[in-house]
């Protein structure tokens, strides 16, 4: 319980410096993974912030275990300016890595650490695609039908006026229905009737005219362009991921009765969104403040974590500097910082904190 310290058998008068430390570590470790306000314990919430505030010097560290897992899902949390890359075998978190966006380095720096999986279920993101081909070149890839619906909407909107539009969007939705290999020949097998129907029809090209509207995407002196660009967009989405194999991976790669991930939903509505609950209950945090909570947050979800005072040293027990130093994406591990969180997520900091960015 945040607020109860103990004081040393050895000294009645003086706390010895490690037995109070380690009682301290253990009130602030209680308060920053729970939900207890900082005064709910029997001192005032301003002494247990300054008896505590050493204790923001101590980050978990992530061990290299080389356990291979069968799958991993690979996905990122947004905020203001920053954003932390987390890897889930769906039961446990095995790694985490901040960063300021989802680019190469970032995806480099968390995968290389991880010993290649079977199946990699990831979103879409095209650095993380490239990433894994150069670290995992044998993990098949499962692309998460929820970004896949999320991609459609976005070149075919929700409500196509297209019919052409309207029958591929129904196709996509009914990826959710498919749940054996058959119904997964069967879909194809629609697909390719789809695309040799609508064929001609997504090659209809508009020529420029004078005073005629040229639309955003083309170019200045571009003579001609395709008119139903969206559809094309969205078919080249559905033809790429049968082409690279990643459409239907939850299936091909199953053995008997066993039932593979076919979206990131656990990472994202567990572990994803357990993090903005962190920032929630503890808004108003300083950054690096709120970036040391979702540590210990991911740190608590591995599969063996440590005794959280083990990752304590003498070092560690200096007071905290409040001067901070911008620091570059670090290869190393989750001890990469950038800036900032969103109000639109339900995490802002109560100074200067402004809307996010996706």
Not at 36 to 49: E, K, L, P
Not at 226 to 251: G, V
Not at 297 to 309: D, K, S
Request: aromatic share 12%; charged share 25%; glycine share 8%.
């Amino acid at each position: 319980m945040p607020g109860r310290f103990l004081r040393s058998e050895y000294d009645p008068g003086r706390p010895r410096a490690d037995v109070a430390r380690r009682h301290e570590f253990a009130a602030f470790i209680g308060w920053i993974t729970g939900k207890d306000n900082q005064g709910a314990g029997s001192m005032s919430a301003r002494t247990f912030r300054r008896r505590t505030l050493w204790c923001w010097n101590v980050a978990p560290t992530m061990p290299v275990t080389g356990v291979v897992d069968r799958y991993l899902m690979l996905d990122g949390t947004y905020f203001n300016g920053w954003c932390v890359l987390v890897a889930y075998n769906g039961a446990y978190v095995t790694g985490w890595q901040w960063c300021d966006r989802k680019k190469r380095a970032s995806w480099d720096a968390l995968i290389c650490r991880l010993p290649a999986p079977d199946i990699a279920v990831i979103d879409g993101n095209g650095p993380l695609a490239s990433a894994i081909q150069a670290h995992w070149p044998e993990t098949a890839r499962q692309r998460c039908y929820f970004h896949i619906r999320q991609a459609a909407h976005k070149h075919l909107t929700r409500k196509p006026k297209l019919k052409a539009g309207q029958e591929l969007l129904a196709l996509i939705k009914a990826l959710g229905r498919v749940s054996t290999t058959v119904e997964a020949s069967a879909w194809t097998s629609a697909y390719s009737q789809w695309w040799s129907r609508w064929d001609e029809f997504a090659g209809h090209r508009t020529h420029a005219r004078d005073g005629a509207v040229r639309p955003s995407h083309v170019k200045p002196g571009q003579k001609w362009w395709y008119t139903h660009l969206r559809l094309r967009r969205a078919r080249k989405l559905i033809d790429d991921l049968i082409r690279h194999d990643e459409l239907f991976t939850w299936l091909s790669q199953a053995v008997e009765d066993e039932v593979l991930p076919r979206t990131t939903n656990p990472l994202e509505g567990g572990i994803n969104a357990g993090i903005k609950d962190v920032l929630r209950v503890h808004r108003g945090l300083r950054e690096d403040h709120a970036r040391r909570a979702v540590d210990w947050y991911l740190y608590q979800r591995t599969e063996h974590p440590a005794e959280p005072w083990d990752h304590v040293r003498p070092e560690h027990w200096q007071p905290v500097s409040r001067t901070s130093t911008p620091v570059e994406d670090d290869p190393l591990g989750p001890a990469t910082y950038d800036t900032g969180f969103s109000w639109e997520d339900g995490n802002g900091i109560q100074q200067g904190w402004g809307g996010g960015r996706r």
